[in-house]
């Protein structure tokens, strides 16, 4: 993929911790963002090099080339039902949710048809991506593209970082993702629920398992309620590990029949 030298003005909806974590990189390879939420952010924006503005429509009056929605899953689609749409018309919109089938939906439901739509999912954070991008996963769908540089221009900036760069359709996304991304959060805080903790005698394998425990309990409840409430491949998902649960624990309960009866 060619990065362009074009440089994007870059709108972002949602200035909290993750949009802040964009922006950096952003600025950093010579793209302007305006920034906007519900909090006040402008210390931080000026720390980055960016603008913030307090109302989204202060922030189209910017003339962004790219509006990028920073929001929580469950909050989208009211903070797009609030954003002044018609604005829309001619930017490219980009979400960077966790779940793909559903802001998909969203996005072509409730934006003008002139407004291109990318759906993308970058597979890091501020910690993991903290020091670099480099082999880091950035999952897209270009769902409806008129101005074909200008989105080039903006996967760029995820391809000079040297994300892994994957293409696939946002159902396909899900499809991987309930089987991956929201068996791992479930495991993690039922395994959490157990109040487990470390020992003298720790195996690697224990290790792990507590690492999982760290890793997705330091994501909100509200991102976990998400991957569940609007991926509906989760509670297929989630029934299943059910249903391999009760079959591990009759096969565990056989065998101990049957040692018994052995003795017997």
């Not at 797009?80 to 949710?97: H, N, Q, Y």
């Not at 003008?112 to 991008?133: I, K």
Request: proline content about 5%; hydrophobic content about 40%.
């Amino acid at each position: 993929m060619n990065s362009s030298t074009r440089i994007l003005k870059i709108g972002i909806v949602g200035f909290g911790n993750f949009g802040q974590f964009l922006a950096k990189t952003f600025v950093k390879q010579g793209h302007q963002v305006i920034g906007t939420s519900r909090s006040n952010y402008e210390t931080e924006a000026k720390a980055i090099g960016a603008l913030y503005v307090p109302e989204a429509t202060d922030m189209m009056g910017e003339e962004p080339d790219v509006v990028l929605f920073c929001t929580s899953i469950t909050s989208t689609r009211s903070v797009i039902e609030a954003f002044p749409i018609d604005a829309l018309r001619g930017k490219l919109v980009v979400d960077v949710l966790s779940v793909k089938a559903y802001p998909k939906k969203l996005l072509l439901e409730l934006l003008p048809p002139e407004a291109d739509v990318l759906c993308t999912h970058p597979m890091f954070g501020p910690e993991s991506g903290r020091y670099s991008w480099k082999g880091l996963p950035f999952v897209y769908e270009q769902v409806r593209i008129s101005d074909g540089a200008r989105c080039e221009t903006f996967l760029g900036i995820f391809s000079s970082a040297l994300c892994t760069m994957i293409p696939m359709s946002c159902e396909l996304h899900d499809s991987y993702a309930a089987s991956s991304q929201f068996i791992t959060h479930t495991t993690g805080r039922m395994l959490a629920k157990l109040n487990l903790i470390s020992t003298p005698i720790n195996t690697k394998g224990y290790e792990s398992l507590l690492g999982v425990v760290e890793t997705t309990c330091k994501d909100s409840f509200d991102l976990y309620y998400g991957l569940y409430k609007y991926n509906p491949n989760a509670k297929l998902e989630l029934e299943k590990l059910e249903q391999a649960l009760q079959a591990l624990r009759k096969e565990l309960e056989t065998r101990e029949a049957l040692d018994g009866w052995k003795k017997d």
